[in-house]
């Protein structure tokens, strides 16, 4: 049986529906063996799973928790000292050690997989410059992240890179296509990610993949739905991407998904299961380190 948690968590900006729950789950890469680890009747987001395969991190509240990957206990807060307004945007360094994480100030931080107190990682701008986290090279040295770069119709979402110890900020796009989702390749060969580069909509987001130079882009998927979030298992053998009804705008909250996946070079494209969730489903890379099992939230109602 799941854990079923009223109130737990520090209440937040996002609020869940009358009678809607967030279900955190796991489930093969084929579809099979589903199960439900924890059900709250608050937002949870964004689940990590921890390189040695014991514990699932998720965000809740501006917070980041732990439990254990086997749901054999009740999640406990993860202290990032007096950096409190954490977004659902955050990563694991490849031994497990470190995690890197966005906060609501627009910066990136790291901090101890145990907790404790928080290093920034990210550079102060001139002009408005929020970073948004969504990847670690293999080695553990770059981080991948898209920026906000200036306001109102002037706004530009772009890719970039930086040292995971601190250091120059380093563009790889520069459209006007809103970008998202920028995470490295296990082989260090690729970046994945997703855009509107292309549209002819406003809203119609598909999976790409470029160079670590931002050169050789190609484009994955390309149909009727709107695709996000593409993370790559540990074996670089599979990609699974969220998939939004067409006519989405952005990655909203609370619609009728699919979580689809394919091959790494866009081939052999399927369904793995459906639901209602969105936003906080799968922001970040949820892999087990098998390769062969990864976690998500759903939103149920009713």
Do not use: C
Request: proline share 8%; hydrophobic share 30%; charged share 25%.
């Amino acid at each position: 049986m799941p854990i079923e948690l009223k109130g737990y968590f520090t209440p937040s900006d996002r609020t869940l529906a009358t009678g809607q729950r967030a279900e955190l789950r796991t489930i093969a890469i084929d579809g099979s063996g589903e199960t439900t680890l924890l059900v709250a009747d608050q937002v949870i987001e964004a689940p990590n799973w921890t390189p040695d395969g014991r514990a699932l991190i998720f965000n809740a509240g501006g917070a980041l928790w732990h439990m254990p990957a086997d749901g054999g206990a009740e999640p406990e807060r993860i202290d990032t000292g007096d950096i409190r307004r954490l977004n659902n945007d955050h990563i694991l360094s490849p031994d497990g050690r470190i995690i890197y994480m966005s906060n609501g100030d627009g910066h990136i931080y790291a901090v101890p997989i145990e907790g404790g107190t928080p290093r920034k990682v990210s550079n102060e701008h001139d002009t408005p410059f929020s970073y948004y986290l969504h990847g670690v090279s293999p080695d553990g040295r770059t981080l991948s992240y898209v920026a906000i770069e200036g306001l109102g119709r002037d706004r530009r979402i772009n890719i970039f890179t930086i040292p995971a110890e601190g250091g120059p900020d380093t563009r790889l796009s520069d459209i006007a296509e809103p970008n998202d989702g920028p995470e490295f390749s296990p082989d260090g060969e690729w970046i994945y990610f997703n855009s509107e580069r292309g549209a002819q909509k406003p809203g119609h987001a598909q999976i790409f993949r470029m160079r670590l130079d931002g050169s050789d882009i190609e484009q994955l998927t390309d149909d009727q739905r709107v695709n996000w979030f593409p993370h790559i298992s540990p074996d670089n053998t599979w990609l699974v991407y969220l998939s939004y009804p067409n006519g989405t705008e952005g990655h909203p909250p609370d619609k009728e998904i699919i979580l689809r996946r394919m091959r790494p070079d866009g081939s052999e494209k399927a369904d793995i299961t459906a639901f209602f969730g969105g936003q906080g489903t799968i922001n970040v890379n949820s892999w087990a380190p098998d390769s062969r099992h990864f976690a998500y939230i759903a939103y149920p109602v009713g």
